[in-house]
Each structure stands twice: as structure tokens, then as C-alpha cells.
């Protein structure tokens, strides 16, 4: 999938889900009455179904233009999917506290131009399997017809689960850290319904840790100096 493709899936199915459940709320004489009935409670838990897109952000090294084998290198997009756990405190009337531990389904790409090979191109796929720990802090609008906005921003741990058997797969050719940290930015919409919460939520989120391995005796590995993991996620929250 080419990755401007699939950020503009993401982001329409993100439009299409808010403005279906916008005219689900648009009902004469709406107000907030679902708001008000759960407004009073200071924590609560849900379930989170994610869809994303992900990539790496590649810088090269020194050593990429003095060799003569690589002609050039880039990251392919890939797609996603995770499930996680919501657990949101209440900090006052506007602010929440959310962790959402669980686990997520990736695939990235890695494309090398070999001149070696008759300009070959060589596809290094990564399908990962993390474990992850987002800590996120929501600001929230006032409601209106039970429905409001809201922006969320915070801090992920990842660890692939699956790393160790891919790394024996691709001893020769690129390693890839099992353990990432990233910094996370997004904006969604609360629906309060009668007995859940839907909360669609499009979010950024980049790597701030070298994941690349070094290894100097691998020319894949060594024309790259810092590789850096990026998503676009959309999320769906289920919560009560």
C-alpha cells in the first residue's frame, strides 16, 4: 500500500465515523443528558480497536557516500492493527489521565537499490509484535449534545515480543531494538450514548530512541546511522 494511500483511508474513515455519529446525536430537543449521567464517575474502563499505518524515519550515514553497493534506501509504509485496555481517571472537570496497556500488530519496510545486483531491489520486511504502554493526559471541551472534542497527548513504551526470532532470521542482513519510546499527539470526539462511550481519535506518534542495531561489517546495516519509528493510528474507544 503506498503510505499517502493509506493516510488518506485513515483519515476519511476518521471523517465517515464522525459524521455518522454526529447525525445518530442531532435529535430535537437533544441535550446532555447522557453526559450527566456519567459526568459523577471519577474513573472508568473500556476497550480500544486501532487501525495504523506505519514507517521508519531513516537517516543515513557517513558511510552511505563512500560505498558504491547501495544506491539508495527508504522506508515503505505498512499496516497495522492493536487492541488495548482503557483505564481513565478523572483530573478535575476537564483533564483525564489514561494508560491503555496492550498489544499491537506492525508491519514496516525497509528498501535497498543494490547496484551489486543490477540495481535488484531488496524489500527487509519487519513484522512486529508489541507489547505497549501508552500514558496519555485529555483535555476535553464543554459537551454539547452529548457529543464534545477533545486533544491527548503523552508518552509510549513498546517492546517487539517478536524480535528475537526475526533477528535470527535476519542475522546477516539488518537488526532491528525490540524496545521503543515514542511521544504521542492527537485530537478525537467523545458520543455519549445511554450505556457506553464512543470516542474515535486520530493520533501521531514518533520515535524519539535510535532502534537500529549497528553493525559495520553489514552494508545494509551500515550506511544507516539513526532509525526512528513513525504511525498515524486511528482508534476506536469503547468506554463505560
Do not use: W
Request: proline residues 4%.
Amino acid at each position: 500500500m503506498h503510505p499517502i494511500f493509506g493516510k488518506k483511508i485513515i483519515l476519511l474513515s476518521f471523517l465517515c465515523i464522525l459524521s455518522l455519529a454526529a447525525q445518530a446525536q442531532k435529535q430535537p430537543g437533544k441535550g446532555n443528558y447522557n453526559f450527566m449521567n456519567k459526568q459523577g464517575k471519577p474513573y472508568y474502563f473500556g476497550l480500544t480497536l486501532a487501525f495504523h499505518s506505519s514507517n521508519y524515519n531513516i537517516f543515513r550515514s557517513k558511510n552511505f557516500n563512500t560505498q558504491e553497493q547501495i544506491l539508495s534506501v527508504e522506508s515503505v509504509t505498512g499496516p497495522g492493527y492493536s487492541v488495548n485496555v482503557v483505564s481513565n481517571l478523572k483530573i478535575g472537570r476537564y483533564f483525564d489521565f489514561r494508560l491503555l496497556p496492550g498489544f499491537s500488530f506492525t508491519e514496516r519496510n525497509i528498501r535497498y537499490q543494490d547496484l551489486s545486483q543490477q540495481n535488484l531491489i531488496n524489500n527487509i520486511k519487519v513484522e512486529s509484535v508489541f507489547t505497549e504502554v501508552p500514558f496519555h493526559v485529555r483535555f476535553k471541551s464543554e459537551p454539547y449534545n452529548d457529543m464534545r472534542l477533545y486533544v491527548v497527548a503523552g508518552l509510549k513504551y513498546s517492546f517487539d515480543i517478536a524480535s528475537k526470532a526475526r533477528r535470527e532470521a535476519q542475522d546477516r542482513i539488518l537488526k532491528i531494538s525490540p524496545t521503543d519510546f515514542s511521544v504521542e499527539a492527537g485530537f478525537g470526539m467523545q458520543f455519549f450514548f445511554p450505556y457506553f462511550i464512543l470516542s474515535p481519535e486520530l493520533k501521531f506518534t514518533q520515535g524519539i530512541n535510535n532502534i537500529l542495531i549497528f553493525n559495520e561489517n553489514i552494508i545494509e546495516s551500515s550506511i544507516l546511522e539513526n532509525v526512528l519509528s513513525r504511525t498515524i493510528t486511528l482508534s476506536f474507544h469503547f468506554e463505560g
